[in-house]
């Protein structure tokens, strides 16, 4: 079954750091690959996808992610944290028969100034 | 463009009410979801719509209802809440598979 784990509950980093929110899949095909961020009492907002090419994914926001089929991972990463950045950040694969996504239970990011 | 929406934000109910809660859609997408949401456990898939008339079971779909009679809306109905239904419900929408999905606000739902 398709699957996506973010080993971190929580990641803390100083404002103006570079930061990386880590997660590795598990699918059977061909990986289509999503990062979401949730604020505070608000739904999940898209900040990019992976399906084919670039490993090198940006999107919303400043923010990246790397593909690595080798290591079957797909870590969010931004060059300086921003304290607006603090957010729940959420990895999701798409479902086995394409229409539904798999997400993470979520990794908390906290930006200190 | 209002994207998703959710009726309503918040509901208390007590153990054996039911209630409806409504998503819309404004994109004329074809997919709709609905999703709880749970400390520690990420969103967890409760049903699903491919189109208008169709539903099909998520991962979760025990004591929960759902309808589809217009494509923009997507209805999710509890019959008999319980407490383990408190929880933090999304509806979202997607114009295809493979592509992201568009979340509205939540509904927050607490059952007594």
């Known amino acids: 079954a398709q699957s996506v784990a973010q080993p971190e509950d929580q990641v803390n980093v100083a404002e103006g750091n570079p930061l990386t929110v880590k997660c590795t899949y598990s699918?059977?095909?061909?990986?289509?690959l999503f990062w979401y961020v949730q604020y505070p009492n608000r739904g999940l907002q898209f900040l990019l996808k992976?399906?084919?090419?670039?490993?090198l994914v940006k999107g919303s926001y400043g923010f990246e992610a790397e593909f690595n089929k080798s290591q079957t991972s797909f870590h969010l990463k931004k060059p300086s944290a921003l304290v607006s950045d603090s957010a729940l950040y959420f990895c999701?694969?798409?479902?086995?028969?394409?229409?539904?996504?798999?997400f993470g239970a979520g990794t908390i990011l906290r930006v200190k100034s | 463009n209002a994207g998703v929406t959710q009726t309503p934000k918040f509901r208390v109910l007590k153990t054996g009410q039911s209630m409806t809660l409504l998503c819309a859609q404004d994109?004329?997408?074809?997919?709709m979801y609905w999703y709880r949401q749970d400390p520690g456990m990420g969103l967890r898939l409760i049903h699903y719509?491919?189109?208008?008339?169709?539903?099909a079971k998520g991962e979760v779909p025990d004591g929960y209802n759902v309808s589809r009679l217009k494509k923009q809306n997507f209805l999710l109905g509890l019959e008999s809440a319980a407490p383990s239904q408190t929880s933090v419900y999304f509806c979202?929408?997607?114009?295809?598979?493979?592509?992201?999905?568009?979340f509205g606000p939540g509904t927050r739902l607490t059952v007594t």
């Open positions: 699918v059977s095909g061909n990986p289509y």
């Open positions: 979202a929408s997607s114009p295809g598979t493979g592509v992201e999905q568009y």
């Open positions: 999701a694969v798409r479902g086995k028969y394409g229409n539904k996504l798999v």
């Open positions: 994109m004329n997408h074809e997919y």
């Open positions: 992976y399906i084919t090419g670039d490993n």
């Open positions: 719509s491919v189109g208008e008339g169709t539903t």
